[in-house]
């Protein structure tokens, strides 16, 4: 292994194991110095000036939306849009296009597995458009079943929004299968990326999703900056989401004319630090590649699901193969809220979520309340494992268990 956790410098000043990377991942170095360069040497209104700061900033930031476009391999640059995060993504998407397409009696097609930020954004719509909300369901491994797309999406479907990589399950949905059903009746689909960029490859144009949104935070990125991608000739149908400077071309007292793509989805100074330390994370991801990142994951979920199954008194949800669950083990300690599993394992320096993960509807699916999350990324090691296992064979004796 190489020892990719030196250029980290959160690994140098703290002794904890962090296992909380599906909620947001550490930062090398070089991000770091990507930002701060940013504001050192290139500090002006991108877009806005025609002296030569103010230019630089201009050619800094719009290289990191060539950047990303050739990350997830979009047709041009004009389809993507800079937004804080991908929860302003799907809202972008649920106003500007979603408002414009959708009517009484239309359906929008999620599954039961998303996150709260795919799906309110649709309750929303759905609800002032009079619409119908539909769920996709999966099995107890997480599997979405062709009969369930086929059933699910129809003649009256307008949206699909679907997840590629559970944020609890660490499932990957069959979105080749969803997308391909979906334009069969005519609809659009959105996929929200924001737990499978950081994990596998991406390619928007072989998907042929129509739109794809994720955040730079969880892929070694700064906070404050994500992504959604349209295909070009729907984003010309699409109105601005946010009004304000730089969005326009031309203002009057009674009225404006927009930017040009993908300009006119970008109102007010916009976040140009963080792109280009988005654009530093891209580097550093690409460099360590993702057949290392999937075989990483895949040792390290392998290690972590082992160790459980010999505890015992510990119930693992979703697949029980570890090749399935692309960094993320979630499961409940019997007899133990997911807190507390949580509050005793951060007195000994290891870091989980738990909770309802931000996913009320699965855990009323999987008949829980919370659950607690173990999630992994490279540049975590076999001896944090260790320690994570040995921290969580104790909890219920902390508990008052006898084991």
């Not at 199954?309 to 083990?329: A, D, Q, R």
């Amino acid at each position: 292994m190489q020892d990719y956790r030196k250029d980290f410098p959160i690994f140098k000043s703290t002794d904890c194991v962090y296992l909380d990377n599906a909620a947001t991942s550490q930062r090398p170095q070089s991000v770091i110095d990507a930002v701060s360069d940013f504001y050192a040497f290139a500090n002006a209104n991108p877009l806005r000036g025609l002296y030569d700061l103010s230019m630089k900033a201009t050619e800094k930031y719009e290289s990191s939306r060539k950047k990303v476009a050739s990350f997830i391999g979009a047709g041009s640059a004009d389809e993507i849009i800079f937004t804080r995060n991908t929860t302003e993504s799907i809202n972008l998407a649920s106003y500007s296009y979603g408002d414009e397409v959708v009517n009484e009696g239309d359906e929008i097609v999620i599954s039961v597995m998303e996150h709260h930020s795919n799906l309110l954004p649709w309750q929303r719509l759905a609800k002032e458009k009079k619409a119908r909300l539909v769920f996709m369901e999966p099995d107890e491994s997480g599997v979405i079943s062709d009969k369930e797309i086929e059933e699910k999406i129809g003649t009256k479907t307008k949206i699909v929004a679907i997840a590629q990589v559970s944020n609890v399950m660490g499932i990957r949905n069959p979105v080749e299968k969803i997308i391909e059903r979906a334009h069969s009746k005519g609809a659009v689909v959105l996929v929200d990326g924001a737990q499978s960029v950081p994990h596998m490859r991406v390619n928007v144009t072989e998907l042929d999703a129509d739109m794809f949104a994720f955040s730079s935070h969880k892929m070694m990125g700064p906070m404050g900056i994500g992504v959604l991608y349209v295909k070009k000739r729907l984003m010309e149908k699409m109105k601005p989401f946010l009004m304000g400077g730089e969005m326009i071309e031309y203002v009057t007292r009674e009225d404006a004319t927009f930017a040009e793509l993908p300009h006119k989805f970008e109102a007010g100074t916009v976040n140009a630090a963080d792109a280009c330390g988005l654009d530093a994370a891209i580097d550093y991801l690409n460099n360590v590649g993702y057949d290392y990142i999937e075989k990483r994951d895949t040792e390290l979920v392998t290690k972590i699901m082992q160790g459980m199954k010999e505890m015992g008194h510990i119930t693992i949800y979703g697949s029980g193969n570890p090749c399935e669950h692309n960094g993320i083990v979630t499961f409940n300690v019997e007899g133990v809220h997911p807190h507390d599993v949580s509050s005793v394992l951060n007195e000994d320096g290891v870091c989980i979520r738990a909770g309802h993960h931000c996913a009320q509807p699965l855990m009323q699916f999987l008949n829980v309340g919370s659950t607690a999350r173990a999630s992994v990324y490279f540049y975590n090691t076999e001896d944090e494992i260790d320690r994570f296992l040995d921290c969580l064979s104790k909890v219920r004796k902390v508990m008052g268990y006898g084991s």
